[in-house]
């Protein structure tokens, strides 16, 4: 009898893989830079992860209502419309997030222009915090809608109907049934999307004029300075809002699941 | 089914495979020389030195762009994966690095006759050639401050009589010099730096600081486009603008000067090479050639003979600009910088 | 603006206020996804050497992209990661789809949570452990960031699987293993020619995401022959000419070439196999 039959290396394929290239790579990470803490972490990352929580949470909250209004949009649309708003929606991801950011700065450039001379006072929207809230949205809403819009797929139009015969009116159908469904997949997709928000320092970067610091940003400055190990332990401070949002992604799937299973 | 699925695999690994087995390939006679952050300073390089090299030697040399991140120097050389074979550092980190071991000593110099420092300017060293001065000065719009704008560090912190946003680099080092000389600190007390006066002072100009900028072009963009008023800038990066340089104004009152070094990281594969490379680059002709290019100053002083008479008064190192400014101590950073660089990340989160 | 009616039907489910509101919301956010794009067109063709400056309209810029040999080695390098990565996570997760049809719940389970950790691990923090390791281990960087851009592109393979594990019936692999075929007889033969659907759609979008990887790239990567993400980075504060634009313009059009010559391809496949099914019932 063959100890590892082809079954095993099918099956331990992707375990492998994450061992060797997940938990290998952070638990060494983790094990060199989690012993001895650098004093100077207390002195910036407190703030620092204040700074990316409030903002990525902010840029998140926008995307995910944006997104699932997009969402619940296209799935009432006629299946010629949902093929071209799915395909506009991609169309920004064919374009690149890093080039994204350079044409807001233009653009935000060009607002100012004209409301200035407009309102004969300078307004200033490029560089600051809402630069990059405004910029991070931008490229988080077609996360939200692919995410919203999957978990709208088990609303049946037969479902609908069946509650228009009982006499719902529209509003009331809208709130007591496509409501609840969307906000199922779209508290999933803040969690997912806030994960990934929290680890941004491309936008910060480009768009904060060094005012707005993320955790990321701040860990590529000490980087590049020449500091890797306070840059490494500012980036072990990442783990703790992934930490904690893994949980509460963990706990909602088990609450959902439980709900399925009748408990 | 099968026989399509596999040839579409085998097709996009074939052509994984030979993009990595050609990139694999070894480089053959070919240097890569990195300068600081690519537009006109990049520029400057390939056509003072990288070309005339390429053109005299037949040795191709890849230009390839960094922004002074000592840490990606450092974890190449202990990683022993060294692909860069001549790097530009500034003075601290030469003095940093030289006392870490990072830098393999060159095989050849360039020769006395070839090189003469500046009076009271470091001399060449095994580990590291001079290679040009450059400076940040006080720049402003004219459209905003058509008649007079600041011409010093006070009238910079000056918001009464010069409002508006302004920028400033996005380092401590530079502008705790700048603090304390709005202060009233004079040049020649600048150095132990007085951190808690300079942060202090810093405090007052922080709301009206738009931009902490990062790149040399950065400020000047920010000027052109009228965003901010008045900027820190890299004098180099305003003259290489040529006729839109009277776009911006600036001053030298206060500029603070910076050597830049040649080095070759320890583990290059190409020290023969890069030494004759670093040696060609400090030859007085070549560094005239940059100076005309990017207004920077060179540290050979036989190179300021082969300067044309118009581009003199742009250079850090011309007489009356060297006398209105200062030069950075690269021995107080080099020893202060990592402390206060944290002081300097979380001053500016506050 | 006709494509973009509600259902007739619909008009019942959702009142005046309901769809005006969600009309403005959907453009809105059209508007404010699709801005950037559009300017990035715009720029690329009319930009000048000054950030904020349009000039007349004029193919410079890419010419002068395409003319530039270290740039051609980013967009080769960009889409050969991207094609090799994408194929990499696609064959991972088609395996692991097999598998979990013959394995325990709790396997089941694990794996995917596994799976999914990848996506909440903040990216920096993987990004700056794969720096490390590959220091420690002196593993290139090249082939750390290779293994890393898959890593990534796992969780959503994962996704695109997951949500069409419909089209693959367990009967019919459990019948193929009684039968006595080998589960490489049985992956080829029953599993993919029922999950060539899924599997083809999750390697595109597999694909556009690691197209657009920056983290590990902007970490890991120093040599000259970067990916276009690393290259775009390393301008950023620097150039403020239309390079950046023209460059996001050229691989886009490079993949949708790609789409296209994939999409012909798979039309005369199906053209073929159509004709060949004519042909043998004819005979």
Redesign the interface.
């Known amino acids: 009898m063959k100890l590892v039959t082809t079954r095993h290396l099918f099956s331990l394929a992707v375990p492998l893989f994450l061992t060797a290239a997940y938990l290998a790579p952070l638990a060494s990470w983790i094990h060199n830079f989690g012993s001895a803490v650098d004093s100077r972490l207390l002195m910036i990352a407190p703030k620092q992860l204040w700074t990316t929580i409030i903002y990525s949470s902010a840029a998140t909250a926008i995307a995910v209502a944006l997104g699932g209004a997009l969402a619940i949009y296209h799935r009432f649309l006629v299946p010629d419309g949902r093929r071209w708003l799915s395909l506009l929606v991609c169309l920004s991801l064919f374009v690149g997030f890093i080039a994204r950011n350079f044409a807001w700065l233009a653009i935000l450039g060009f607002i100012e222009e004209g409301l200035s001379s407009v309102l004969g006072v300078r307004i200033y929207l490029a560089y600051s915090a809402f630069a990059v809230v405004l910029v991070m949205t931008s490229a988080l809403v077609p996360l939200a809608f692919f995410v919203i819009s999957n978990g709208l797929r088990p609303l049946r139009d037969e479902q609908l109907e069946a509650a228009q015969v009982m006499g719902v009116a529209p509003h009331q159908l809208f709130r007591a049934v496509i409501v609840p469904i969307a906000l199922r997949s779209a508290s999933l997709a803040f969690l997912l999307i806030l994960a990934i928000a929290s680890a941004y320092f491309v936008t910060p970067r480009i768009l904060g004029g060094g005012k707005v610091d993320f955790i990321g940003t701040t860990a590529v400055w000490f980087l590049n300075h020449g500091d890797s190990t306070f840059a490494n332990q500012l980036g072990l401070t990442l783990l703790v809002p992934g930490s904690l949002i893994s949980a509460s992604l963990a706990l909602l799937v088990m609450r959902w699941r439980g709900r399925q299973l009748g408990f | 089914m099968k026989p399509r699925l596999l040839v579409g695999l085998l097709l996009i690994l074939g052509v994984a495979l030979a993009t990595w087995l050609y990139l694999k390939r070894g480089r053959g006679r070919e240097l890569i020389v990195v300068s600081y952050g690519g537009g006109a300073y990049q520029a400057s390089h390939k056509r003072a030195f990288i070309e005339p090299y390429q053109a005299q030697t037949g040795i191709r040399v890849q230009s390839v762009v960094w922004g002074a991140e000592f840490g990606k120097l450092q974890e190449m050389v202990r990683s022993g994966a060294v692909p860069w074979d001549v790097v530009e550092v500034t003075a601290s980190q030469f003095l940093r690095g030289s006392r870490e071991g990072l830098f393999a000593q060159m095989t050849t110099l360039p020769d006395a006759e070839e090189f003469k420092p500046l009076p009271g300017g470091p001399t060449i060293s095994p580990l590291g050639v001079p290679n040009v001065y450059w400076s940040t000065v006080v720049a402003f719009d004219p459209h905003a401050f058509p008649q007079v704008g600041p011409s010093t560090w006070q009238d910079f912190w000056d918001l009464t009589r010069f409002p508006g946003p302004r920028a400033l680099y996005d380092n401590p080092r530079g502008n705790l010099e700048f603090a304390l000389l709005a202060d009233g600190v004079s040049p020649a007390n600048l150095y132990p730096l007085d951190v808690t006066r300079a942060f202090r002072k810093l405090d007052e100009l922080k709301p009206h600081v738009r931009v902490w900028w990062s790149d040399g072009t950065e400020p000047v963009q920010l000027l052109l486009s009228h965003q901010v008023v008045s900027s820190s800038a890299w004098s180099g990066r305003i003259v290489a603008l040529g006729e839109r340089e009277k776009e911006i104004r600036y001053s030298w009152k206060g500029a603070a000067h910076e050597l830049d070094y040649w080095i070759v990281p320890r583990g290059s594969k190409s020290i023969d090479s890069a030494s004759a490379f670093i040696r060609f680059a400090s030859r007085p002709e070549e560094m005239a050639a940059q100076a005309r290019l990017i207004g920077y100053g060179p540290a050979n002083s036989q190179a300021l003979n082969y300067v044309d008479a118009k581009i003199l008064p742009h250079l850090p190192t011309a007489p009356a600009n060297w006398a209105l400014s200062f030069v950075i101590n690269a021995t107080w950073w080099a020893e202060h910088e990592q402390e206060v660089e944290a002081f300097w990340v979380r001053w500016k989160g506050q | 603006m006709r494509?973009?009616?509600?259902?007739p039907?619909?008009y019942?489910?959702?009142?005046t206020?309901?769809r005006r509101?969600?009309?403005l919301?959907?453009m809105?956010?059209?508007l404010?996804?699709?801005?950037?794009?559009a300017?990035?067109c715009i720029?690329a063709i009319c930009g000048t050497a000054?950030?904020?400056q349009l000039g007349v309209p004029s193919l410079t810029w890419f010419a002068d992209l395409l003319s530039d040999q270290?740039w051609l080695w980013s967009f080769?390098?960009s889409i050969?990661?991207a094609?090799?990565c994408a194929?990499a996570a696609c064959v991972?997760?088609a395996?692991?789809a097999?598998?979990i049809h013959?394995?325990s719940r709790w396997?089941e389970a694990a794996?995917g949570?596994?799976?999914?950790?990848?996506?909440?691990?903040?990216?920096?923090?993987?990004a700056?452990?794969?720096?490390?390791?590959?220091?420690?281990c002196?593993i290139?960087?090249?082939w750390a960031y290779g293994?890393?851009n898959?890593?990534m592109l796992?969780p959503i393979a994962y996704a695109g699987f997951e949500?069409a594990q419909s089209h693959v019936a367990r009967e019919r692999l459990q019948a193929g293993v009684i039968l006595g075929a080998?589960?490489?007889s049985n992956?080829?033969?029953v599993f993919?020619?029922q999950a060539?659907r899924p599997l083809v759609s999750s390697y595109i979008l597999c694909f556009?995401?690691s197209?657009?990887e920056?983290?590990f790239s902007?970490?890991l990567l120093?040599?000259?022959?970067v990916p276009?993400?690393k290259r775009?980075?390393?301008?950023?504060?620097?150039?403020?000419t239309p390079r950046?634009?023209a460059?996001?313009?050229i691989?886009?059009l490079a993949?949708?070439l790609l789409w296209g010559l994939a999409a012909v391809g798979a039309r005369v496949?199906r053209h073929s196999r159509r004709s060949s099914r004519r042909k043998h019932a004819l005979l």
């Open positions: 494509r973009f009616r509600i259902e039907s619909a019942a489910f959702l009142g206020s309901v509101t969600l009309l919301a959907s809105l956010s059209l404010w996804i699709l801005l950037p794009c300017y990035l720029w000054e950030r904020d270290d080769l390098v050969s990661y094609l090799s194929a991972l997760i395996l692991f097999y598998s013959f394995a396997f794996s949570a596994s799976i999914l950790l990848v996506i909440l691990s903040p990216v920096v923090s993987l700056l452990s794969y720096k490390y390791f590959a220091g420690v002196s290139p960087a090249h293994v890393g898959t890593l796992l949500a080998s589960h490489g992956f080829l033969y993919l020619p060539w556009l995401v197209l657009d920056s983290v902007i970490m120093d040599t000259g022959r276009v993400t775009l980075w390393d301008l950023v504060g620097v150039d403020s950046p634009a460059a996001a313009i691989l886009a993949v949708l496949i």
